[in-house]
């Protein structure tokens, strides 16, 4: 039973145009969101989060969209970037102070220059 | 965010063998944790590491098989024992709780790659 779900396992997009990727969830109790990037041979790099409180939340470049009545976020990268390329995950848990995560499947994201 | 180190980066280990993996970070951290991720799969929590008491397992994870340590707030270590092929996975060290950080931001080791043949 995967509780958070990224649908799509990879994603191209051209040098400065949006990247968007999606992560769907199925538990409303979810109260905390995280995105990761991850590079091959590295270990997750936290990116941004974003509390079940708020609809949106941005840092520079990534801007974290979560609408609750449809269990869905988004993360979105203007503009893309080469250095961009890797596996976004993201992560849902029920209370922030737990730290238990639980992780999507990743999406492999390729910026073509 | 915390420097976290962890060691070995990757091993090739027989079946039957053991394996510990060392996770360090440059600061004292109110929660440690182990994460595994398969060939192909999402990060998956293997367990809380307690400073001073047993480590927490979820679902699925037994301490025969994976025993950890904390015995300080910097330092734990995950053992997978008795290998087989299908452990061989990248295990994650990840930090939580550190003073400054916002409530909620988990921070990971580089990991450590574990081939079993």
């Known amino acids: 039973d995967q509780q958070v779900k990224q649908n799509s396992p990879s994603l191209s997009v051209q040098e400065g145009r949006i990247s968007i990727l999606n992560c769907d969830y199925t538990n409303s109790m979810f109260d905390y969101f995280l995105w990761y990037k991850k590079y091959p041979a590295e270990g997750p790099t936290f990116l941004i989060s974003?509390?079940?409180?708020?609809d949106k939340n941005e840092d520079g470049r990534f801007t974290v969209f979560l609408n609750k009545s449809a269990k869905h976020l988004s993360l979105h990268i203007v503009p893309s970037q080469p250095g961009d390329s890797a596996v976004y995950f993201c992560?849902?848990?029920?209370?922030?102070?737990?730290?238990?995560?639980?992780f999507g499947t990743g999406t492999r994201l390729k910026v073509l220059a | 965010s915390a420097v976290i180190s962890q060691k070995p980066s990757r091993d090739i280990c027989q079946r039957g063998t053991s394996l510990t993996i060392q996770c360090q970070v440059d600061?004292?951290?109110?929660?440690m944790f182990w994460y595994r991720q398969q060939p192909g799969q999402s990060l998956t929590l293997i367990a809380t590491?307690?400073?001073?008491?047993?480590?927490?397992?979820e679902s699925g994870f037994v301490i025969d098989k994976f025993p950890i340590s904390r015995p300080n707030l910097t330092f734990s270590t995950l053992t997978v024992s008795n290998l087989s092929p299908e452990d061989s996975s990248i295990y994650l060290c990840?930090?939580?709780?550190?003073?400054?950080?916002?409530?909620?931001?988990?921070?990971f080791g580089e990991g450590s790659r574990l081939t079993v043949l």
């Open positions: 992560a849902a848990t029920l209370e922030s102070g737990t730290y238990k995560y639980i």
């Open positions: 990840s930090v939580g709780g550190r003073q400054g950080w916002e409530t909620g931001e988990l921070f």
């Open positions: 600061s004292q951290v109110t929660m």
């Open positions: 590491a307690n400073q001073g008491s047993e480590a927490t397992y």
């Open positions: 974003i509390s079940s409180i708020k």
